[in-house]
């Protein structure tokens, strides 16, 4: 008698976990229940470990460990899962000083209308030389980047190249600035790029450091 109750009682357990883990289509079968992973999240340790785990056991654990908790990928496309980061209070100070350097620089590219190329040899004459000087302030002040060709006959050159350099830095540095200054053989190759209005660039920080501010007080997850 014992067995027949334990039994009935076994095949009443079976038959609810099956009732669970089971649906029935419109046709009648019974089809097994998709598990819901949509909670699920790939956690990258300050030590760069990987591990798979929920949202909110990783915001327990950036508690408990005093880290910061950071989505750096909103969706994975291989594993199809968000991805964060626990961070310390130095990482994550690094990780807003890249954020800030890189979002200035995409700002100041998409200020720039496009690039224009001037050429100059070493024997230029000084009012040949300040004329482009001049062009090229115009064209800094109109938001484009100035890309500056200055060939010599030999290597010896060199020196006066670097003289035009300079001259041409002197007499353009309130419109714009030198980058990427490179010698090749008997050519020096440069870009001037558009100096941003101060009074601009200065309300521009203000804004930002406002909004850095109300970040601040936000804090991370």
């Given at each position: 008698m014992n067995r027949i109750f334990a039994l009935s009682n076994f095949r009443r357990l079976v038959?609810?976990?099956?009732?669970?883990?089971?649906?029935?289509?419109?046709?009648?079968?019974?089809?097994?229940k998709k598990k819901n992973f949509e909670s699920r999240i790939t956690l990258i340790g300050s030590d760069n470990s990987v591990s798979i785990t929920d949202l909110k056991s990783a915001q327990s654990l950036s508690v408990r460990?005093?880290?910061?908790?950071?989505k750096i990928q909103d969706i994975d496309t291989k594993t199809r899962r968000p991805v964060y980061k626990l961070l310390t209070s130095a990482q994550?100070?690094?990780?807003?000083?890249?954020?800030?350097?890189?979002?200035?620089?995409s700002k100041e590219s998409q200020l720039i209308k496009g690039q224009k190329l001037i050429t100059l040899t070493n024997r230029i004459a000084e009012n040949d030389l300040m004329t482009s000087v001049k062009?090229?302030?115009k064209l800094l002040e109109k938001q484009f980047e100035v890309k500056v060709v200055v060939t010599g006959p030999d290597s010896e050159a060199l020196?006066?190249?670097?003289?035009?350099?300079?001259?041409i830095e002197k007499n353009?540095?309130?419109?714009g600035k030198i980058v990427q200054k490179r010698n090749k053989g008997n050519t020096l190759r440069f870009q001037l790029i558009p100096v941003r209005d101060k009074s601009?660039?200065?309300g521009n920080d203000d804004s930002n450091q406002n909004s850095e501010n109300k970040g601040d007080e936000k804090g991370p997850l």
């Amino acid at each position: 008698m014992n067995r027949i109750f334990a039994l009935s009682n076994f095949r009443r357990l079976v038959d609810h976990n099956r009732f669970v883990s089971m649906k029935i289509t419109a046709e009648g079968k019974d089809v097994p229940k998709k598990k819901n992973f949509e909670s699920r999240i790939t956690l990258i340790g300050s030590d760069n470990s990987v591990s798979i785990t929920d949202l909110k056991s990783a915001q327990s654990l950036s508690v408990r460990r005093d880290l910061k908790l950071v989505k750096i990928q909103d969706i994975d496309t291989k594993t199809r899962r968000p991805v964060y980061k626990l961070l310390t209070s130095a990482q994550y100070l690094e990780e807003e000083i890249a954020k800030r350097k890189e979002k200035k620089i995409s700002k100041e590219s998409q200020l720039i209308k496009g690039q224009k190329l001037i050429t100059l040899t070493n024997r230029i004459a000084e009012n040949d030389l300040m004329t482009s000087v001049k062009k090229m302030i115009k064209l800094l002040e109109k938001q484009f980047e100035v890309k500056v060709v200055v060939t010599g006959p030999d290597s010896e050159a060199l020196e006066s190249l670097d003289k035009i350099c300079s001259v041409i830095e002197k007499n353009t540095k309130s419109s714009g600035k030198i980058v990427q200054k490179r010698n090749k053989g008997n050519t020096l190759r440069f870009q001037l790029i558009p100096v941003r209005d101060k009074s601009s660039q200065v309300g521009n920080d203000d804004s930002n450091q406002n909004s850095e501010n109300k970040g601040d007080e936000k804090g991370p997850l």
